[in-house]
């Protein structure tokens, strides 16, 4: 598991200072799953999106998976190695 995280910012929710954006990226045998994930320390807020490379129909050939579908932050390159 690799961990990639930064705080980019204010909550939409909250407007606490401390929302968080998480990328993760687990490899086992053919399956490799990406994710993100945005979550507030204060309030609890939490938006995660997974892609699956078993499933397709998530991925989708048009989304850079890389790329956060929420503030659009690229995944650190040391992550995807
Ligand atoms: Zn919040
Ligand atoms: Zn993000």
Not at 13 to 28: D, E, I, M, W
Not at 37 to 56: F, I, Q, V
Not at 59 to 65: C, E, K, N, S, T
Request: glycine share 4%.
């Amino acid at each position: 598991m690799v961990r990639d995280e930064e705080l980019i910012g204010e909550c939409p929710q909250c407007r606490a200072p401390g929302l968080c954006c998480r990328f993760n990226r687990f490899q086992k045998d053919d399956l490799q799953i990406l994710s993100w994930e945005h979550r507030c320390n204060d309030c609890g807020h939490r938006e995660t999106k997974a892609y699956r490379s078993d499933e397709p129909d998530t991925a989708g050939d048009l989304v850079d998976q890389e790329v956060c579908p929420y503030c659009s932050r690229h995944a650190r390159p040391d992550t995807l190695r």
